[in-house]
């Protein structure tokens, strides 16, 4: 029986934070929780939960992984803790790593996960920051290679804004050697830094291509992805961004040019006939819903990774 192996680095706040092997090895374990093929207790540890956003997968997914490992959650309300009155978080975090055993956050500004991670003395996982949601990438590229059972030549476009979910798309596909392509326009390219830091891990230099041209971009794909124009915290911007997105909708003229094999993913949740048609996400290339279903196997194995 495969068994989880202990990570490298304590805190998963970056896809960077784990290794080519260790990602390798995360999705073969993601794999087997999904197939009954193992089983892990964990003896009742606990997952503190703390959300500054909104999240139905990502919340829940999280609280079933963990009852699976025979552990328990405890989802923290900001607007009902001491959190949403500003107890800072150096305070917030020694406390709540006194009772837990791994805490998982999803908030704005990455540098708050940083310093959570910084007076933690337990691990602590990103759960969705502006800057990046790793976890997403575990569960998307377990899904492609169910697909397509291999990475290699795998070609992957995202189409939309280059915000957090291009982000780890773009760190985890360098750490797997898969193309990446980004369309979005100009002035929603992904973060430089980013951009940086997968180029030096990707050994040819044109596996990651930024574009604003969609229709260049899916031309040769195997996997179209999009996710919403406008993150949360950014509800003011809306009618600015669906203005500057427009023609980046991914509809059926779109997926005609991709690859024939190609498939749709989406991170959701999704605002149908915006970044995607209603016919696309419901057409028989969708993977959205089993991508969905892999946060939590991908979660499971990220836990028993971090927890063993
Ligand atoms: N994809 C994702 O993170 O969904 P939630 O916002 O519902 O958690
Ligand atoms: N970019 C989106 C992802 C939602 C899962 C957001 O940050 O709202």
Known sequence: MLKPNK????????????????????????????NKKINIDLNNKVLGLIFDKSSTRTRVSFQVAMSRLGGTTIDLNPTTSQIGRGEPIKDTARVLSRYCDVIAIRTFEHSDLEEYSKWSTKPVINALTDLEHPCQALADFLTIHEEFLDFKDVVLTFIGDGNNVAHSLILCGALLGVEVRIACPNSYRPNPLVIKKAREIYKNDNLLKITNDPYNAVKGANVLYTDVWSSMGEENQKKEKDRDFNGFTIDSD???KAEKDAIILHCLPAYRNKEITNAVMESEKSRIFQQAENRMHAQQALLSCLLC
């Open 254 to 256: 779109l997926v005609e």
């Open 7 to 34: 990570l490298a680095k304590n805190n998963f706040l970056s896809s960077l934070d784990l290794s080519t092997d260790e990602v390798f090895h995360i999705l073969e374990l993601a794999s087997n929780f999904k």
